[in-house]
C-alpha cells in the first residue's frame, strides 16, 4: 500500500465552479500536511500548509485535513482559467511523501 | 532572490554518456533534494542532503550520484546515462532537515532525454 494516494484524475470543470481534490493516506504519523501546484512544463510550487487536523483558508483555497480518517481536502471556489494545472498534497513525519498529483482543467 | 535554480533546463544525451545536473538556492537552506518526475509516477526522491557535507539515499539513487559542494549548491552526477532515466529532474530545498515542520521549495527542473 502506497504512502499517499491521490486520484489522478483528469477533472474538467466550468469556470465559476466548486473544486474538491483529495488525498488518503495510511501513515497515522504524518503531522503535516502540504498542497502543491504544478503549471505545465514548470516546478511545484507550495500553495498551502497545514499543522494538524482542522481548516485552513487562503482566499479562494480552503485545505481540510481530518487526520481520524486519514483524509486531506482541497478546495477552490469560484474557479478561474489560471488555476488550470496538477495540484499535489504531499505530508510528512518522519518523512516526506508526496501524491502523483491530481490535473485539473477550468474550461471558461 | 531566486529561489532554487537548476541548470540546464534541457539536455539530450546518448547511452552511456555522463553529466552533471547543477543545482543552487540562495534561502540559506540546511536540506536540498535531487527528484525525478514521470508520468504516473509522481515525484521520487533519489538523494537528498540534510545538511551541507552529508548526503542520503532516497527512493530511486540507482544509477546516480551526488555532491554538497557548499550549503548554496547540490549536484547530480548520471556516470553511464540509460534510457530509464529519460525524465524531468527537480531540485528542491528546505529549512530543515528531511520530514517534520517542514516545507520544500522547488526549482524550474531539467528535462532530460537519453536516447
Known amino acids: 500500500q502506497k504512502e499517499v494516494e491521490q486520484d489522478p484524475g483528469p477533472l474538467s470543470v466550468p469556470e465559476g465552479a466548486i473544486v474538491s481534490l483529495n488525498c488518503t493516506y495510511s501513515?497515522?504519523?504524518?503531522?503535516?500536511f502540504m498542497w502543491y501546484r504544478q503549471y505545465s512544463r514548470k516546478g511545484p510550487e507550495l500553495l498551502m500548509y497545514t499543522y494538524s487536523s482542522g481548516n485552513k483558508e487562503d482566499g479562494r483555497f480552503t485545505a481540510q485535513v481530518d487526520k481520524s480518517s486519514k483524509y486531506i481536502s482541497l478546495f477552490i471556489r469560484d474557479s478561474q482559467p489560471s488555476d488550470s494545472a496538477t495540484y499535489l498534497c504531499?505530508?510528512?513525519?518522519?518523512?516526506?511523501?508526496f501524491g502523483t498529483g491530481t490535473s485539473l482543467t477550468v474550461i471558461p | 532572490n531566486a529561489g532554487v535554480t537548476q541548470t540546464p533546463k534541457f539536455q539530450v544525451l546518448k547511452t552511456g554518456q555522463s553529466m552533471t545536473l547543477q543545482c543552487a538556492q540562495d534561502?540559506?537552506?540546511?536540506?536540498m533534494y535531487w527528484y525525478r518526475q514521470d508520468p504516473g509516477m509522481g515525484l521520487r526522491l533519489i538523494y537528498y542532503?540534510?545538511?551541507?557535507?552529508?548526503?542520503d539515499k532516497g527512493e530511486v539513487p540507482n544509477g546516480y550520484n551526488v555532491s554538497r559542494l557548499n550549503k548554496r549548491e547540490f549536484s547530480l552526477r548520471l556516470e553511464s546515462a540509460a534510457p530509464s532515466q529519460t525524465s524531468v529532474y527537480f531540485c528542491a530545498s528546505s529549512e530543515a532537515k528531511l520530514g517534520g515542520t517542514d516545507t520544500q521549495y522547488f526549482g524550474p527542473g531539467t528535462r532530460l532525454t537519453v536516447l
Open positions: 542532503s540534510a545538511s551541507e557535507g552529508t548526503t
Open positions: 501513515n497515522s504519523a504524518f503531522q503535516y
Open positions: 504531499a505530508m510528512s513525519g518522519n518523512q516526506f511523501y
Open positions: 534561502m540559506n537552506h540546511n536540506s
